[in-house]
């Protein structure tokens, strides 16, 4: 009997919303050729078959929160050829990244009745903060066809082609006017990864950074811009520590306006 040549795709969860994994249920006709493409191994969220690694490509959305995360983040390492992050939870923390900069006992009082059941991390981390990745797609969620792109790139032995520039230059694509030069209203998009479609600017809303930073980005020029337009630094700290609280360039801009 012929065997199976196809690669295995595997899809794996840890701390998130699972808002990356229906992303990628949401291609609809391009998931149908993903799927004719490679053999789905491991996905819970569309399918309970299973089929044993090793795997050739795993997406894996969600942050490290437990002990228990941590360990089985290494078991599905040495069982990728490739991982790839997909998600600002995998790739910088995620919402719950925002415990790393107070006291986790604090939060889990206002929320369980009985702590004493709940274990956990101190802090809330990214993928890349415990295994090797061979590529981070950011996003809050992801955007669909940038995660077509990359796993075209894969199967296809290149480089995956998404876009490096910021929030700015789709606005500008889409015609759409600077809300702070319009409006002075406070804007993460100059130094935010495009891929959202500039969604929020074209809503007269400042963007809010949910896919993290790009590269080269100059938070320090921005920061002096949101000072001028009034923007406190406890609302500036807001800003940087939101979706993406462990990227290193978000955090470390944000650390820089803490008041000691």
Known sequence: MPTNTKPKLAVWKF???DGCQLSLLDCEDELLA???????ANFPEATRALTKGPY???????????????????KVRKMSKYLITIGACATAGGIQALRNFADVTDFTNYVYASQQYIET????TPIGYHVSVDFELRGCPINKMQLVEVLSAFLNG???????YGVCVECKLKGTPCVMVAQGAPCMGPVTHAGCGAICPAF???CYGCFGPKETANTISLSEQFHKSG???????RAYRSFNACSDTFRKEG??????
């Open 231 to 237: 923007v406190t630094d406890e609302q500036l700290i």
């Open 204 to 206: 007269d809303r400042g």
């Open 121 to 124: 991390l101190h802090k809330s």
């Open 255 to 260: 650390d820089a306006h803490e008041r000691q």
């Open 34 to 40: 993903v799927a004719g493409a490679v053999e789905i």
């Open 158 to 164: 290149r480089k995956p082609n998404t876009p490096a």
């Open 56 to 74: 050739d490509l795993s997406l894996v959305e969600g942050s490290i929160t437990t002990s228990h995360d941590a360990e089985r983040i290494q």
């Open 15 to 17: 701390a998130s919303c």
